[in-house]
C-alpha cells in the first residue's frame, strides 16, 4: 500500500525559509521521479518541482519558485525534501508529495495522496 506522509509546515513570515519532508512507503521509491505540488485555496492543484529518480539530472521547478526552492531526496531513507527560502505570501498552500510520471511530466503516478503539510506565508 502506498503512502506519502508530509511534514514540516508551518507558518513564517515573509522572507523566511521552511523544510518540507516526504516519507513515501508502498513502492520502489528509487525507481521513481518525485515531484512536490501545492494546492492553495480554491486552487487547483500544481506542480512544484520534480526529481529525477536517481537525482542526477536538474530539478524541474516552477518558474515561480526557481532560484527559491531546492528539492531533494534520499533513496536510501525513502524521502524527497523541499528546502523553501525567501517565502511569499502567493506560496501560501497545502503542499503534497508524488510520484511523478517524468522530470517533465508532472503527471502524478499514485491516485491516493497524502494529507499534505500546510504552509503560511504571513506577517
Known amino acids: 500500500q502506498v503512502q506519502l506522509v508530509e511534514s514540516g509546515g508551518g507558518l513564517v513570515q515573509p522572507g523566511g525559509s521552511l523544510r518540507l519532508s516526504c516519507a513515501a512507503s508502498g513502492f520502489s521509491f528509487r525507481s521513481y521521479a518525485m515531484a512536490w505540488y501545492r494546492q492553495g485555496h480554491g486552487k487547483e492543484r500544481e506542480l512544484v518541482a520534480v526529481i529525477s529518480s536517481s537525482a542526477g539530472a536538474y530539478p524541474n521547478y516552477a518558474d515561480s519558485v526557481e532560484g527559491r526552492f531546492t528539492v531533494s531526496r534520499d533513496n536510501f531513507e525513502n524521502a524527497v525534501y523541499l528546502q523553501m527560502k525567501d517565502l511569499k505570501p502567493e506560496d501560501t498552500a497545502m503542499y503534497y508529495c508524488?510520484?511523478?510520471?517524468?522530470?517533465?511530466?508532472?503527471?502524478?503516478?499514485?491516485?491516493?495522496w497524502g494529507q499534505g503539510t500546510q504552509v503560511i506565508v504571513a506577517s
Open positions: 508524488n510520484a511523478a510520471q517524468g522530470l517533465y511530466n508532472a503527471r502524478p503516478i499514485w491516485g491516493s
